[in-house]
Structures are given as C-alpha cells and as structure tokens.
C-alpha cells in the first residue's frame, strides 16, 4: 500500500505543531498498518472551507496520476469543511482508484461524505455566525 498524509490547520492562531502532531499519529498508523509512506501534503494556518489550497491541489493532481493507492488524514474535516468540496475530493480520488482513510472516522465511504460533509458545513455556518 502506497500511503501519503494530508495535514492542514486553519488559522494564524494554531501552531506548525498542529500539522507535525497529525503527521506523527498518520505515520504510526500506516506503519502499522504496513504501508509505505510516501509524500507528505500540507496547508498551514488556510481554512477548510477554500479548495484552493496548495497541498490540497498537489494532493489531487497526484492522485489522478497513480502515485499513491491511500490518503490519510487526522480527520475527514482536515481534507475539506465544505460539503460539495468534499464530495469532490472524495469522488475524483475514488475514481483514480484512491481510498481515503482517516483516524477519527476510518475508512470514507458514501455515508461519511454524505453524514460529515453536512456536520461540517454546519460547523462552518455556525462559526460564521
């Protein structure tokens, strides 16, 4: 299994250490796991609710071209907050063959897209408010 790691922190008020953290607990659990480790994609102090992200858009031009078979992330809010984004994400990784796992929520199916991309979006909505 060819794993890479997605880490992201949203604003100037949390810490680089916030993505290392990540990065260490992906790490031991694809190890665990028995996988390779491959390439490490970060966004540092950008929202969730932007897909414009540097990391995040060098994640996907990657995995439309087979360079890896696993996304890990902490959590499925990491890759996106927004609703419709994420269902993008997941839909063109699914279609490049590429599964996404995370440490929270496991392996991402339909339902998690469906269930948290809503959850999230609400946690959105309400921190605007």
């Known amino acids: 299994m060819r794993a890479v790691i997605y880490a992201r922190y949203s604003s100037e008020l ?3 250490t916030s993505i290392e953290d990540h990065v260490r607990v992906c790490r031991e659990r694809i190890t665990l796991e028995g996988g390779r480790i491959g390439q490490v994609y970060s966004d540092h102090a950008i929202s969730g609710a932007s897909m414009m992200r540097p990391g995040l858009q060098t994640l996907m031009r990657d995995g439309a071209t087979d360079r890896f078979d696993v996304v890990y992330a902490e959590a499925l809010d990491r890759l996106s907050r927004d609703q419709e ?3 993008a994400i997941f839909k063109r990784l699914s279609f490049a063959g590429v599964r996404i796992v995370t440490l929270t929520e496991g392996e991402i199916g339909q339902l998690h897209i469906g269930v948290m991309g809503m959850m999230n979006a609400k946690y959105l909505s309400d921190l605007a408010d």
Do not use: F, L, M
Request: hydrophobic share 35%.
């Open 14 to 16: 949390q810490s680089d």
């Open 85 to 87: 984004d994420i269902a």
